[in-house]
């Protein structure tokens, strides 16, 4: 007698941002999720499998970036990747083509000294408004070598350069000197290897750029009325991490399943273009509002009529822990609490985690496991029925990376093969 | 509102060598530790966060050196060259410049053949008197090619020898056959490589002192002393590890903070020397009296002034189940229990922990994970009130390796940064 193979599930991976905390004073010691009230997470936790995870190395904190990177299969080996103008380029929108690179870029608040650019504010007092037309003059330049700058805004005084054209190379320096080295001024982008002749020319259309961007943004209007109002204006650009295009390996690709991800975040948005997900992002996913939850779950149950694995990311949770308001966050989960039970389905494994844990009394990230649940049919149980951080080391899932619980949730999906040795590239 | 980013906290580690223990019989199946009364370690317990530490991999056990060094920073994939000569020369005093190469020397007792040493004794019948004197009729001894032998002995039967001049190589074999090979003789020192010239150079200074140090060791009047008692005389020494000047790297030196490590052991100390660390050893700090613990703290309350971290070493919990007395080890641990009040300070990470667990029924180092407490403000809670091999595993902590151990108190002395990658060299 041969063994039956079960026909696969579907996957819905529910993300809220920062999920985890440590106690508060306000909560009688409690934490934001300890103070939720939080019935139908809690009846998940009962009927299925928790645990705490830990991102990708004990007690070490994680950004969001690589948090959610790793949760929606990115393999660990690759995080290096994600510092790099290709992710910031997905997440604008920028389409990379083979031969193209792209930079991250700052806007930043410069001054000439006659020879070089000092810098000011490396994040033009922290800009939140008015980019997209800052870019949009700089965006098309024409550069020496029939090369092109392509320029997109991206969230507050983020924003991306696109080259296009031939004879590019990314083995070139960064003209920011990083933060803490604003006193060094802006560095001439150079070749990694001063020998490399396609490198040497890349480095000079990179400090053409600069020095023309500056030009151009220093006499625009945004500027104007920054100035006028006493802000800093945005009358320059950093630019880091050049890179060309490139493919992260990520596990659910490896396994051939089609995804689908539902954010209102531009940097998560990006990494799911670049992992080549379908991505859903609408105006109406910014907030943490009911009805932004609202039309994240109905998009996600949409999603899963063709997509094998859905993602939803919630950013509310975090955007109240680095405010450090704790009660905030508790509204939050509670608001998320409350669609859980339209979720139930027994032809999807249904599983709700963090990325990370963000300390509503501090604003920081921190290093502590962050609880999870998998409710699946027909995984084993455990004796957990609260979902909480101090209930959930107690269940079936054990301490586990962010890798293992998109394992743990792709093996109840019935989509895993034994193991074969490529597994290692992306468990860490 | 943006997140206020909290103030760094100061960290104190203590660490019982060799504290996790197994059942012992005369305690009716208890360890040691939960044979002793620890009230104020059980109070730290109850108010902080508890879990299981396994050094480097389960159930592996490792030495002294290894485990402190890892508690203390210790890269993991830097192990390896803590078996070389610099490490005991750094404990020895006895500093490398560039170019000079450290060998780990034993006394042993030799005897000539006509054609070779043979060892009739690899630790000169474990010499503990007397090796002072005989290392400074070695020591400054000039060797050909202007070369010079620095000799210092080290704890018992171990030196430390340092070759300092122009041309030498660490690429060269041990003239020590090893544990278990006494019946091979003394090996000549050879090049690793037969064609290095620079090598083959070295190997025959260390010959040529090998050969002239037993010379003048036989002949002197502490091992006629040694005969005239009996005891097998310390005329020769076998070298092994060589190795030129190295830093080891360490993930508290990689955050930039300040490290004091307060020791009364020679190895430990070497230790905290290679790492940058200020060390504090007296001479009061080498028994097990409570006199010794009392000067040892407040040695730690003082460095608390001036340094970010401060480790505390406590031998006598090893000694004792080393000496197959658990009883000594269970008086030592309610020794350094009293002192736990003292201790507490809300702006201080409190942390305690063994290096390894030293089983008190067989002397052995062996795999079991070992109790740790932190004690933060602010942290997450556990339900675990006794500090004991039994309990722990409960705790909030989990079971974690001796780095993430320290990850963790680092995490709580808010001096952690969002995972960048670098941080895979120090754990695994």
Not at 14 to 37: K, N, Y
Not at 82 to 109: H, M, Y
């Amino acid at each position: 007698m041969t063994s039956t193979s079960p026909s696969a599930l579907k996957g819905l991976m529910i993300i809220l941002d920062g999920l985890g905390d440590r106690p508060v004073e306000q909560f009688g010691g409690q934490t934001p999720l300890e103070a939720a009230a939080t019935p139908n997470l809690d009846d998940l936790v009962e009927r299925g499998m928790s645990g705490m995870v830990r991102p990708i190395r004990p007690w070490v904190p994680v950004g969001t970036q690589v948090g959610t990177a790793l949760l929606m299969g990115l393999a660990a080996a690759d995080i290096p990747l994600l510092n790099r103008g290709p992710v910031e380029a997905a997440g604008a929108g920028l389409k990379l083509r083979d031969g193209d690179i792209a930079l991250r870029c700052n806007f930043a608040t410069l001054r000439e000294n006659g020879v070089a650019f000092e810098i000011d504010d490396r994040r033009a007092g922290r800009i939140d408004s008015g980019t997209s037309e800052l870019a949009a003059a700089v965006d098309g330049m024409e550069l020496f070598g029939g090369v092109v700058a392509g320029f997109r805004a991206s969230t507050q005084h983020r924003a991306v350069l696109r080259l296009s054209g031939t004879g590019l190379s990314a083995d070139i320096t960064d003209t920011d000197p990083g933060s803490g080295n604003e006193a060094w001024g802006i560095q001439p982008c150079r070749p990694l290897d001063p020998g490399d002749a396609v490198a040497q020319r890349t480095a000079a259309l990179v400090n053409e750029f600069v020095q023309r961007a500056h030009e151009v943004l220093d006499a625009h209007p945004v500027n104007d009325a920054r100035r006028s109002r006493g802000q800093l204006p945005a009358n320059g650009l950093l630019t880091r991490g050049a890179g060309m295009v490139m493919t992260p390996r990520n596990f659910v690709n490896q396994l051939g399943l089609s995804a689908t991800l539902i954010t209102g975040e531009g940097t998560v948005d990006g990494l799911g273009r670049l992992f080549g997900f379908s991505v859903i992002n609408k105006p109406e996913f910014t907030g943490a509002q009911v009805t932004d939850i609202e039309a994240k779950i109905e998009a996600a149950q949409a999603a899963l009529e063709d997509s094998d694995l859905v993602f939803v990311h919630f950013k509310g949770t975090d955007v109240a822990a680095h405010d450090l308001n704790p009660a905030a966050k508790r509204d939050f989960i509670e608001k998320v609490d409350a669609f859980m039970p339209t979720l139930v389905d027994d032809d999807v494994v249904l599983a709700l985690t963090g990325d990370h844990t963000t300390d509503s009394t501090t604003g920081r990230h921190t290093g502590d496991a962050v609880p999870g649940v998998i409710l699946a049919s027909g995984s084993r149980l455990d004796q957990v029925s609260r979902f909480a951080e101090s209930t959930c080391r107690a269940g079936a899932l054990g301490s586990l990376t962010s890798t293992s619980f998109l394992m743990a949730m792709l093996d109840h999906m019935h989509v895993l093969h034994n193991y074969r040795g490529y597994e290692d590239e992306f468990i860490q």
